[in-house]
């Protein structure tokens, strides 16, 4: 069944080859297609085109699709294009000719676009509930070992004292730089396409605001033709949000790895979460690591892949956009497998309290000598200057202790700030709005 077929039938390798794995990602927007259907049809009986009596019949019989849809049982079946006629066809099967008004007033492009903002809004919320875990887990790690002191590196050479409070909590700042990023292209995202058929509008009286309310839009994309414009553009911009987290996630799992190793010992896995070698008996591999820098490098690649699918497209519809999907719908699952285990990983990690025992680390001590006789009266360059002899000479020597107290030191973390500052981004989101309104929608009448 197409809902664009008339007398001639396509080409059957034609078929196979236009569909390619549409019909397998659009198993991941039904219930975001009947939730449009659904707000869809209430508005066309606001505007008379659905009788009173048959839009109950219609919604009751989409409520039923609904479930099956969140229950994984919807199926696409063999011969059936793609999600939109799915669902038009077990409707005609239920209540005939009624199941064929659904379509007044749009068309599959705005469905499409109205199915792919719905399911990436419910997406982001998943990441964003995610990744407000790991940054818990990193900052609760911080507090934990905030007295543990540890090398800080510039250039691969040892440099500063840092220290675990430092570590964790920096990668739960950046984190939250993250949330900011995904939250601007989930305002991008949370605008209503409905009603922008096939991107040229309708000459039936729709009530698009009415449908921005029924789905908990923050509003519409209000020019019928850049709604449709937005194709591409929304799953780009959400991309460069996941490869943000990514770029995050990856620097992370290389600094584990590598502190994870023989030659550095900083931390250490538990033995349950790593993998051994098929010939050395001693081997204890971070493959976890190692697959999520992979898998957040590939992530780190996905805007890429979506601008080299667009930016040479005018305005209107184009099949290619059919490709986006394909890329952007699993990436989702993937960033998320990943942040779920960082945060397992990160929470389990164990910790070198003694790094600095070591003699190698003395000289990270260096800066701290030159600021404590400055502090005493020397200046700086001249101070600078007489550690560095010492340093030459061979005698150099301190006792180990730092004392910073600036906000975002050693001894000032500024967790709880970091803290404060995730939860305003993430009550941004307002994501109660949209859950009232699905759940409004889905059990109305």
Same mark, same amino acid.
């Given at each position: ?135 818990? !887990? ?84 209000? %020019? ?60 204890? %591999? ?80 260096? !800066?701290?000598? !030159?600021?404590?006789? !400055? ?71």
């Amino acid at each position: 069944m197409k809902l664009w077929e008339k007398s001639t039938q396509v080409n059957k390798d034609v078929e196979s080859y236009t569909i390619g794995r549409d019909r397998e990602m659009d198993v991941y927007l039904a219930p975001f297609d009947v939730l449009g259907s659904m707000a869809h049809i209430t508005m066309l009986e606001s505007v008379g085109l659905l009788d009173k009596k048959e839009l109950p019949l219609l919604l009751k019989e989409l409520k039923n699709i609904y479930q099956q849809a969140i229950d994984g049982k919807f199926e696409i079946e063999d011969g059936i294009e793609d999600v939109h006629s799915q669902v038009e066809l077990m409707l005609t099967r239920e209540l005939g000719d009624i199941g064929k008004k659904i379509h007044s007033g749009r068309s599959r492009n705005d469905q499409v676009l109205v199915d792919l903002k719905l399911f990436t809004r419910d997406r982001i919320h998943m990441l964003v509930d995610s990744v407000s875990k790991l940054i818990d !887990v990193l900052l609760s790690q911080s507090n934990k070992y905030k007295d543990v002191l540890m090398p800080g590196y510039t250039h691969l050479q040892i440099a500063m004292p840092s220290s675990f409070g430092l570590w964790f909590g920096a990668y739960a700042e950046s984190l939250v730089d993250d949330l900011q990023v995904l939250l601007a292209a989930y305002k991008i995202c949370n605008r209503n396409p409905l009603g922008s058929a096939a991107g040229y509008g309708s000459s039936f009286p729709l009530n698009r605001q009415m449908t921005t309310d029924l789905l908990g839009f923050d509003s519409m994309d209000y %020019n019928v033709v850049y709604a449709q414009m937005g194709r591409g553009k929304m799953e780009r911009t959400v991309a460069f949000a996941i490869a943000s987290i990514a770029g995050t996630l990856s620097r992370l799992s290389f600094d584990a790895c590598m502190f994870n190793s023989q030659n550095f010992g900083f931390v250490k896995l538990p033995d349950e979460y790593t993998t051994g070698s098929s010939i050395m008996p001693h081997k204890k %591999n971070p493959d976890v690591f190692e697959l999520t820098r992979a898998k957040c490098n590939k992530l780190q690649a996905l805007p890429n892949d979506i601008t080299l699918i667009i930016n040479n497209l005018p305005s209107g519809y184009f099949r290619d956009m059919q490709i986006i999907k394909e890329l952007f719908i699993p990436s989702f699952e993937e960033m998320n497998d990943c942040l779920q285990m960082v945060a397992r990983m990160m929470g389990e990690v164990n910790i070198n309290g003694h790094i600095l025992d070591d003699p190698k680390y003395l000289l990270i001590f260096s !800066v701290e000598e !030159v600021n404590r006789l !400055v502090l005493e009266g020397v200046p700086f360059r001249d101070a600078y200057k007489q550690v560095g002899l010492e340093i030459e000479k061979g005698n150099f020597k301190h006792n180990k202790k730092v004392a910073h107290t600036h906000e975002g030191s050693i001894g000032n973390l500024c967790n709880d700030r970091i803290e404060l500052l995730k939860q305003q981004i993430v009550d941004q989101f307002d994501f109660d709005k949209v859950v009232a309104a699905e759940k409004k929608l889905t059990e109305s009448r």
